[in-house]
């Protein structure tokens, strides 16, 4: 199954909140006892860069400056984002990530630019390389929780059949847990673009349950 740089951005907002010092404080991150083991494919390697995309700040609301952050470099899991609260409970410090979430709230950890690591292919390539597939564009539904499950209408998607695509689909759900599924990628596109606060690619994954009659 191929996901468009548009419906992957789903994905990486459970990242977001599994790489959240709070989260890792609070127990609920599914990875907060897994520093410096692998939790996604080797072929994923999503970082923070301050000076890149529309999000771009030197300091964060606690007067931190930010800075460069490798998250996961090739799939294994290499440090959480915190504010000054947070990092000083956990021991590893602030990463200078700490924001308002609007005026007059405390400042929490929280991301602005999170960048996935592009492939080389170009979305036709991609589109090639599947046998037989679904290419998703649009979804409707809200992006999975913490949790990482998901269960999501396609709204726009295409039916590939021996590398061409042979018409739309219809009525089409996929569902899935996110760090399941991030074990399994095959392929990133080298079409990166952003997303709100993300920068991701077109991205092939193995096995994906899809139920619809179109």
Sequence with gaps: ????????????????????????????????DRLNTPVVSPMLTLYQEPDAGPFSCPFDDEGIPTRPITFIQNGVLKLFYTDLTTGRTLGSG??????????????????????????????T???????RGLIVDQMLGESAGI??????????????????????VKNTMVAGNVYTVLKQVIELGGDASWNGYCYTPSIILEELSVTGNG
Excluded: C
Excluded at 94 to 120: A, D, E, M, V
Excluded at 147 to 168: A, M, Q, T, W
């Design 1 to 32: 199954m191929l996901f468009t740089a548009k419906a992957a951005d789903m994905l990486w907002g459970t990242l977001d909140a599994a790489l959240n010092g709070k989260q890792v404080l609070e127990g609920a991150s599914p990875w907060s």
């Design 147 to 168: 949790s990482g499950d998901f269960s999501i209408n396609v709204d726009l998607g295409y039916r590939v059949e021996k590398g061409e695509i042979v018409g739309r």
């Design 125 to 131: 390539e991609l589109i090639q390389s599947l046998d």
């Design 94 to 123: 602030t990463t200078g990530n700490g924001f308002r979430t609007h005026l007059g709230s405390y400042p929490t950890p929280g991301l602005f630019n999170l960048l996935l690591q592009p492939g080389k292919s170009f979305l």
